[in-house]
T-cell receptor, first 111, second 110 residues
Framework: SQTIHQWPATLVQPVGSPLSLECTVE??????LYWYRQAAGRGLQLLFY??????ISSEVPQNLSASRPQDRQFILSSKKLLLSDSGFYLC??????????FGSGTQLSVL | DAKTTQPNSMESNEEEPVHLPCNHS???????IHWYRQLPSQGPEYVIH???SNVNNRMASLAIAEDRKSSTLILHRATLRDAAVYYC???????????FGAGTTVTVRA
């Protein structure tokens, strides 16, 4: 069966520090991969999605970047975090955009 | 992108049915109607999706209007564990993205 791993579960980082969140999927090949962010009390915002290795689409201009170095690995990064980067980050996968399966999320607090 | 409109919140009593409406008057012929729900402090989970015909699964039923401009998610017997934010989303058949709106916050009273 397919599983998605996302870590860490919580993260507290100072403003200006770098960020790297990793997401891996098991049990499927060539999945579509997604990064979403949810600010406190707000809806989910699609940040990036990828349909293949090295193929990244950015939905919102921001302080973040994404990379897909392997078929089932999706990384969210920032060189210098801002206060506004705080939020609940969710990784998800799908096959051809049908059902999305989400990870357990990372709660990021930038102080 | 075609948009959806949902009520901000709904309340229900435990073991009663819940009917969650969604309006999507600008839906195109190839847009699928998806429903997800998000429990507190968790990622969303898939509930159901459909194109034209009504759909049933173990979690819920999806009733789609004949003109497809609206749909209703039906939880047949609400439990306390069904308290969540429910999202109605349109996805074009050739699109891999799902854009979530504000959703409907469902509260279930014991």
């Amino acid at each position: 069966s397919q599983t998605i791993h996302q870590w860490p579960a919580t993260l507290v980082q100072p403003v200006g520090s770098p960020l790297s969140l990793e997401c891996t999927v098991e049990g499927t090949s060539n999945p579509n991969l997604y990064w979403y962010r949810q600010a406190a009390g707000r809806g989910l915002q699609l940040l990036f999605y990828s349909v293949g290795i090295g193929q990244i689409s950015s939905e919102v201009p921001q302080n973040l970047s994404a990379s897909r170095p392997q078929d089932r690995q999706f990384i969210l990064s920032s060189k210098k975090l801002l206060l506004s980067d705080s939020g609940f980050y969710l990784c998800a996968w799908s096959v051809l955009g049908e059902k999305l399966f989400f990870g357990s999320g990372t709660q990021l607090s930038v102080l | 992108d075609a948009k959806t409109t949902q009520p901000n919140s709904m309340e229900s009593n435990e073991e009663e049915p819940v009917h969650l409406p969604c309006n999507h008057s600008t839906i195109s012929g190839t847009d699928y109607i998806h429903w997800y729900r998000q429990l507190p402090s968790q990622g969303p989970e898939y509930v159901i999706h459909g194109l034209t015909s009504n759909v049933n699964n173990r979690m819920a039923s999806l009733a789609i209007a004949e003109d497809r401009k609206s749909s209703t998610l039906i939880l047949h017997r609400a439990t306390l564990r069904d308290a969540a934010v429910y999202y109605c989303i349109l996805r074009a058949s050739n699109d891999y993205k799902l854009s979530f709106g504000a959703g409907t916050t469902v509260t279930v009273r014991a």
